[in-house]
C-alpha cells in the first residue's frame, strides 16, 4: 500500500467514516472500472481536474461517470473562461496524483487548499457513492453524507452544483 492510499484510511479512521473496499486490477478508465465494480452499490464516479487559462485556479470536478462534462459550460456556470483539463504534472503538484488515481480523496494531498471541489448534484440523490483510495487498483463504497463530511473537514472550498452536461451516446 502507498502513501496515497494509506493516508485515504487514516483520514477516513479519523473521521469514523466506514467503507467497503473492493480490490480490482488497475484500471485508467470508467470503462474498464465497470468491468470490475459493476455490480457494487451506489453511484459510480469520474473525476476530472482542471485549470483556468492562466494556471493559477484548479478545480476538482465529482460527477456521476454517465456524463459529459460541458467544459465551456462549466466554465460558465463558475464565471471563468477556457478551463481546460490540467496537465499531469499540475496533478501531481497539487493533488500528489497521477491520471488514472484521481479522485475526491486527492485533495488530501493538497495542503494549501488551492483546489476547489465541485460535486455535480445528482450524487446528492444517492445513498452511496464509489471511489478509488488514490489508486487504481481498489474502488471504495462510502456513503454520500460521510463524502460530505469529508470534504467538510478536508479544508478545500467546495460545491455542489448542477453540470450541465450531455449524456454519453
Not at 47 to 66: A, I, Q
Not at 67 to 81: A, R, W, Y
Amino acid at each position: 500500500m502507498d502513501d496515497n492510499e494509506k493516508k485515504v484510511y487514516e483520514v477516513l479512521e479519523k473521521l469514523h467514516i466506514d467503507y467497503e473496499k473492493h480490490d480490482h486490477p488497475a484500471v485508467f478508465t470508467c470503462r474498464e472500472a465497470d468491468i470490475y465494480t459493476s455490480g457494487l452499490k451506489g453511484v459510480h464516479t469520474k473525476n476530472l481536474f482542471l485549470r483556468n487559462r492562466k494556471g493559477n485556479s484548479h478545480y476538482l470536478v465529482v460527477m456521476c461517470e454517465d456524463k459529459v462534462l460541458d467544459v465551456k459550460s462549466f466554465g460558465e456556470i463558475i464565471s471563468e473562461k477556457n478551463i481546460s483539463f490540467a496537465s499531469p504534472e499540475r496533478m501531481m503538484k497539487y493533488l500528489k496524483l497521477t491520471p488514472g488515481s484521481v479522485s475526491i480523496f486527492g485533495i488530501i494531498n493538497d495542503t494549501e487548499h488551492s483546489v476547489m471541489v465541485y460535486v455535480d448534484e445528482d450524487i446528492m440523490k444517492e445513498e452511496f457513492i464509489n471511489s478509488h483510495p488514490n489508486v487504481n487498483t481498489s474502488t471504495l463504497v462510502i456513503k454520500v453524507s460521510d463524502m460530505m463530511r469529508f470534504l467538510e473537514e478536508s479544508g478545500n472550498r467546495y460545491q455542489t452544483i448542477s453540470l450541465k452536461i450531455a449524456q454519453k451516446p
